[in-house]
């Protein structure tokens, strides 16, 4: 169970990485995508900093660190890559 609650802090956090750039309109107030998976991180670390501990949860905060910053820097490499021939976006 704790394995898949770290699994999913992990994808919330990438998930709201990429969709953070993208502005939404709720109601009439204009918030970015990710505020809505970006809050279920907070209930989801303090899952697992009840079962594992605090020591074990800042681990766990690391590799989801560790885990935004190769999806950044695969992320630049991708966007340096050339374009198919067919690709105009």
Known sequence: MIILLIGIYIACELIANVTA?????????????AVFIYAL???????????LGKQRARQVIYAAFAANFLLAIYC????????????HG
Do not use: C, M
């Open 21 to 33: 750039s993208k502005p939404v309109a709720v109601g009439d107030i204009v918030v970015p995508a």
């Open 41 to 51: 991180t907070f209930t989801l670390i303090d899952l697992i900093n009840e079962r």
């Open 76 to 87: 630049q490499f991708a966007i340096a890559l050339p374009p198919a021939p067919f690709y």
